[in-house]
């Protein structure tokens, strides 16, 4: 066999008996096992059934070599776990190319089972940043009682009038991301501020307006959330420019944060506050239809209010994560 294989790229090892060629397997972990029927102490079929009834060695191929050839005995082997059998006298050409097949497949699904590991280690990976997002957006919602739960509607609306627009994959990841986190730099507005249960004075309400800049700086430097950026940033931007921080004006503003400014609006709205009650839904219907082209970006509105209309308001909540995450 070693002059056989000799040149071919092969690094070959030997045992004398089926449990040194064990041994040597769990050690070394080959590409390939060329086995023996007829070996002392443990026949071939043994040895082989052994072979696949260890966790570590039960995915490496194994080829039985073996001067038998009836059919008897090739069956035994199959149900030992044979991959494939050789008969003796060995035919050089025809070994080589047994081994150059068989060894490229077992590398192929090693290769294959390496890429689904990283798969699954990636998912895990995403999986606990979107479940540090839907955390760090309950910890706002819980600083602010009177807006509890606010995040998660207007991230659930968001993200069907996204899938409606035709926003699908990791577009509409970014926008769940971006939704849920909108108001994540009200962490750095004062709490005499946030929570004051009259209107604004003017330098209250310059404070206020920092919030979307805090959160730009707050999210930027994280890698994975920097697509998620619009929304914190931009929802407050409305289509005449008169919003802020930055008085973006008509498609300047960011299509997510366009999209997300008619569900914010909507919620905040439709939710009571300790200044006034919730309002009616035809109240709001007319009131968003009316800021068409100075508020809201006059394309989308037709088409929030036809899926407000066609939505019944307890279904609202049937699910709020895009498909890409379930």
Known sequence: MNAVLQGEGYELVFADNGITGIAKALELLPDTILLDVMMPDMDGFEVCRQIRANPLLAEIPVVMVTALDDRESRLQGLRAGADDFLSKPIDSLEIKTRLQTITRLNRY?????????????????IDAYNAGIEAWSRALDLRDKETEGHSKRVTEMTVRIAEALGIAGDDLVQIWRGSLLHDIGKMGIPDAILHKPGPLTNEEWLVMQKHPTYAYDL?????????????????????????????????????AARIFALADVWDALRSDRP????????????????????????????????????????LVLHRYAPATLR
Not at 109 to 125: H, P, S, Y
Not at 242 to 254: A, C, F, T, V, W
Not at 282 to 311: K, W, Y
């Open 219 to 255: 999210l930027r430097p994280i890698h994975y959330l920097q697509p998620a950026l619009d929304i914190p940033y931009c929802h407050h931007e409305k289509w005449d420019g008169s919003g802020y921080p930055r008085g973006l004006k008509g498609p300047e503003i960011p299509l």
């Open 109 to 125: 699904r090693r290769l294959q089972d390496e890429r689904r590991q990283v798969e699954r280690l990636n998912q895990e990976i």
């Open 275 to 314: 200044y006034r009650l919730g309002w009616p839904v035809e109240r709001i219907r007319e009131h968003i239809a009316s800021l068409a082209g100075s508020h809201f970006d006059p394309a989308l509105v037709p088409l929030f209010l036809q899926l407000v209309e066609e939505t019944p308001e307890s």
